[in-house]
């Protein structure tokens, strides 16, 4: 055989595009979204809660609040960073492949090293640094999906990587509950999740080797990671807002651990186990939810009535939680929640692709998407206190409620699909009546 055959192509060879067939596209995604979603909510339901109730005592609730909130702001700086740093990526193994492994191996020794902190501020600064390498890993995932899936099996994908969403929390709380060696173990053991489930999604995934020229980075270009103008773009701004309204409404999850702890008096020993069955029951809700929105969203070509159910059901369910004293009370309002969150992460990813102004951009553009999920992780642990000041957790979820129906609200601003272009009624200047 001639050695030249052996030779790698030259840098500027046309090659063929590189694209993971779909058997195994989906496992890859769906084991990066569930290790990153092992990582962030396991801790947020559970662990930090205890971690900081050991080091912080009476302060822990606003510590908590500090310590989300701190990783929610970093979370919305970074995100839209780490969408331009996969677009601009030039390597042989692909564009985002490098970031969901340096992103997973990142967080895993983030997790590893939690439990030895013995300071708020110390967790704080790693919870910090778990937001920034997540949000790695999240916009190369979310971005492969623009990447390489067809406009007509997103809504099925979207349902597929919904339901990981979902499993992660429910897999880490099981973790949690069974791990040996106390909260170290604990920690150790969703680290250990988080790390294989990214390394297994590197394997997986395949994309075309990049070679061609980086776009140019300048003060303007950076401006620009942040902002994508809603006048321009309105179907991509409706549908950023009806993100982060109904996103502010499942952020109440945030609390809780301390929601079952105060008005329940649960103690912090039968915490894990409640704690337990609650996410099994959302999870086999968001499950069924998921996967059957999902693919009717694609059947019926519609998305916006499945959004419309989730901002609402999420409303009615918190709703439920703000005046209840009965626990039978709260096990059906989270299997309304559960089933909010299931229809609505099953079409979102598909609506957000949907509207994205430029395909080459997409990491980027998905990254500005993102800031309105992290946004709510960040503003509600912050506002927190207050309203739980003002008047406690039935002013909480009332406020986090009235969000999510302001979201179903706003989505009937958003185009249907194949209507994204229409310049009668969406390319107009969004103005205020």
Not at 409 to 420: I, K, M, N, S, Y
């Amino acid at each position: 055989m001639p050695t030249e055959s052996l030779a790698p192509p030259p840098v500027d060879a046309p090659r063929d595009d590189v694209k993971t067939p779909l058997r195994r596209f989906v496992p890859a995604v769906m084991l990066s979204q569930f290790g990153v979603y092992v990582a962030l909510t396991t801790p947020i339901q559970l662990l930090l809660a205890l971690h900081l109730d050991a080091i912080a005592g009476d302060g822990a609730t606003t510590a908590f609040g500090i310590v989300v909130g701190a990783g929610g702001l970093i979370a919305i700086v970074f995100s839209p960073v780490a969408g331009r740093i996969s677009d601009r990526t030039r390597t042989r193994l692909g564009r985002r492949r490098p970031w969901i492994l340096t992103g997973t191996l990142l967080t895993a020794l983030a997790l590893v090293i939690m439990p030895n902190t013995t300071e708020v501020w110390q967790v704080v600064l790693l919870w910090c640094g778990v937001a920034v390498v997540t949000n790695l890993q999240g916009a190369a995932h979310s971005a492969v999906i623009a990447d390489q899936v067809d406009e007509g099996r997103t809504g099925g994908v979207s349902g597929l990587v919904g339901l990981a969403t979902a499993l992660g929390p429910l897999l880490g709380v099981v973790l949690a509950n069974a791990s040996p060696g106390g909260r170290a173990g604990q920690w150790v053991a969703i680290a250990l999740v988080a790390v294989l489930a990214g390394i297994l999604a590197f394997l997986l995934l395949r994309e075309t080797p990049t070679h061609a020229p980086k776009p140019p980075l300048n003060l303007r270009t950076m401006a620009l990671t942040f902002w994508l103008d809603p006048r321009k773009h309105p179907a991509f701004g409706w549908a950023w807002l009806v993100r982060l309204l109904i996103g502010c409404a499942y952020a109440s999850v945030a609390f809780s651990a301390f929601y079952l702890m105060e008005r329940f008096d649960i103690s912090k020993e039968e915490l894990t186990g409640v704690t337990l069955r609650l996410v099994v029951l959302s999870i086999a809700c968001v499950i069924v939810s998921t996967v059957v929105a999902g693919y009717l969203s694609d059947l019926v070509r519609r998305q916006k009535p499945f959004v419309v159910f989730a901002g609402v059901t999420a409303a009615v369910s918190l709703a439920m939680m703000a005046w209840t004293s009965d626990m039978s009370v709260v096990y059906v309002a989270v299997a309304g929640m559960g089933l909010s969150t299931g229809t609505f992460l099953s079409v979102d990813f598909a609506l957000s692709v949907r509207v994205l102004p430029d395909k080459d951009d997409a990491a980027k553009d998905l990254a500005i998407f993102n800031v309105a999920s992290k946004l709510p992780e960040s503003l509600v642990p912050f506002m927190g206190p207050a309203l739980l000041a003002l008047g406690g957790y039935t002013a909480l979820f009332l406020f986090l409620g009235a969000a999510g129906l302001l979201g179903a609200l706003a989505c009937f601003r958003l185009p249907e699909v194949g209507r994204e272009h229409e310049t009668s009624r969406w390319s107009a200047p969004i103005t205020r009546r």
